[in-house]
């Protein structure tokens, strides 16, 4: 039983940490270039660095990265 509260504490932990330092966001637009550039206004405006996870394109561009901190 100790232990099962333990792995949930931790489980808890871990997860309240790496959504502190963690965040997804998205952007839509005509183009990559313009998708990108308001995905880094983004990560500007939050002060952090981002990484791009996905962008699909159709008639328009989606994109999603993560910004890190």
């Keep these: 039983m100790k232990s099962i509260k333990t ?3 931790v ?7 790496f959504g502190s ?4 966001v998205s952007a839509t637009a ?3 270039d313009r998708a990108e550039a308001k995905i ?3 990560a500007a405006k939050e002060g952090a660095a981002y990484k791009i996870t996905s962008a699909q394109f159709d008639n ?6 993560e910004l890190t901190k």
């Design 7 to 9: 792995f949930v504490a």
């Design 11 to 17: 489980a808890t932990l871990s997860l309240i940490s």
């Design 21 to 24: 330092f963690a965040q997804s």
């Design 30 to 32: 005509s183009t990559l």
């Design 40 to 42: 880094a206004a983004q």
């Design 60 to 65: 328009r561009v989606h994109m999603t990265a």
